[in-house]
Structure formats: structure tokens, C-alpha cells
């Protein structure tokens, strides 16, 4: 079975600086890994995707992840926080079998001071 | 185009009532998904559609919930005798085909809270 661990329910940084959310992965097959986003009272926005190929994901609003098989890490980072980055971030592990149906982290709500 | 779109976006009922909570995916998609969001559980898959084939319902957490999608387009969930920890964000996604990595997109969301 498939399961998502997220490091640190909460992260804060200030604006400017990097921002590194963790999520790690159990999978007993290649993974498909998954990053989405949730402001306020909105539903989920899809960040980047790894299903096969190029480790190094770049996604939207200058977030990427990189898959690491070794470390079965998919931490999410960008480089300088915005103040409109503050939201929740998911990750997520596609279930194995012949549905697409998403096992989701627990979320990391990240603060972005000024 | 329009995105997935839910109704209503807030309901407050009482314990026992029932409730449906309805879903209108992005045209075209076939796969349709259902998952809660609340405070203890986090966000958990409930039911996903795919084209005419039988619905996985591994995620329903009792027979109280139900879901059904006619014409392979809008969903309904109804939760029967709702009870107060259903008080959740019932989130519905959609995406091409179910099959093949395809991004789910979500909609807003349906905020119930049962007194």
C-alpha cells in the first residue's frame, strides 16, 4: 500500500527566503508523486507532477520537487517566498491498480512573513 | 473553460437529516473523484467514477454514504443520518480518463457541518 508523510505541519519563513516543504513516500511501485496547493476557503491547484522521466520537476509560481528513488523523498522547495506562496501544500502518492485516486499527506501550512 | 464546480458551498444541517452535496465536472472528463477534508482525517478519497464502468467505493467510510453520477456527467453524494464527525470539506475532482496520471482538477468545495 501507498502512504505520504509530510514533515512539519507548519513551516514558517520570511519573504525572500527559501522555502523546502518534505514529503516522503512508501510505494511498492514506482510512484507517482503529485504537490498541490490550497488557499484559503479554494479548493486544490495542481503544483507539479512526476510520473516518469526527468527527476527535477518544475512546476507553477517557481515551485519544483525532485523525485529521489534512494531517499524516497519528494521534497517541494523555491527559492524566495512570496507573500501570496502562504497556503496549505499537499503531497500526494497515486494509488497503485486501475483507478487515478489520490493518497494525500497530511498538509504543510506555510506562513510567509515580511 | 470552466473549471469543477460544486453545490451549494456551505450547508449546515442537523444530526440525522440527509444531505446531497452535488458535483459538475469539466466537460469532456470522464473520471470523476470524490474526497472529505476534515480536521482529524485529513483528505481522504471517498468514490471514483471512470466512463460506465463500476464505481470504486473503497474510500465510503459507512453505508450512510452514496454516491451516484447519471449520464456520465454530474455527481451527487448523499450522506443518510448525518451524524456530527461527517462535518467535513467535501472536495470533488475530475480529470480525462482516470487511467493514465492525468492531473485531477478540483472544485471549491462544499463546507457541511453538522449540528
Known amino acids: 500500500a501507498q502512504s505520504v508523510t509530510q514533515l512539519g505541519s507548519h513551516v514558517s519563513v520570511s519573504e525572500g527566503a527559501l522555502v523546502l516543504l518534505r514529503c516522503n513516500y512508501s510505494s511498492s511501485v514506482p510512484p507517482y508523486l503529485f504537490w498541490y496547493v490550497q488557499y484559503p476557503n479554494q479548493g486544490l491547484q495542481l503544483l507539479l507532477k512526476y510520473t516518469t522521466g526527468a527527476t527535477l520537476v518544475k512546476g507553477i509560481n517557481g515551485f519544483e520537487a525532485e523525485f529521489k528513488k534512494s531517499e524516497t523523498s519528494f521534497h517541494l522547495t523555491k527559492p524566495s517566498a512570496h507573500m501570496s506562496d502562504a497556503a496549505e501544500y499537499f503531497c500526494?502518492?497515486?494509488?497503485?491498480?486501475?483507478?487515478?485516486?489520490?493518497?494525500f499527506g497530511t498538509g504543510t501550512r506555510l506562513q510567509v512573513f515580511p | 473553460g470552466a473549471g469543477v464546480s460544486q453545490s451549494p458551498s456551505n450547508k449546515v444541517t442537523e444530526k440525522g437529516k440527509d444531505v446531497e452535496l452535488r458535483c459538475d465536472p469539466i466537460s469532456g472528463h470522464t473520471a470523476l473523484y470524490w474526497y472529505r477534508q476534515s480536521l482529524g482525517q485529513g483528505l481522504e478519497f471517498l468514490i471514483y467514477f471512470q466512463g460506465n464502468s463500476a464505481p470504486d467505493k473503497s474510500g465510503l467510510p459507512s453505508d450512510r454514504f452514496s454516491a451516484e453520477r447519471t449520464g456520465g456527467s454530474v455527481s451527487t453524494l448523499t450522506i443518510q443520518r448525518t451524524q456530527q464527525e461527517d462535518s467535513a470539506v467535501y472536495l470533488c475532482?475530475?480529470?480525462?480518463?482516470?487511467?493514465?496520471?492525468?492531473?485531477?482538477?478540483f472544485g471549491p468545495g462544499t463546507r457541511l457541518l453538522v449540528l
Open positions: 475532482a475530475s480529470s480525462l480518463d482516470g487511467r493514465n496520471q492525468e492531473t485531477q482538477y
Open positions: 500526494a502518492v497515486m494509488a497503485a491498480g486501475n483507478t487515478d485516486k489520490l493518497i
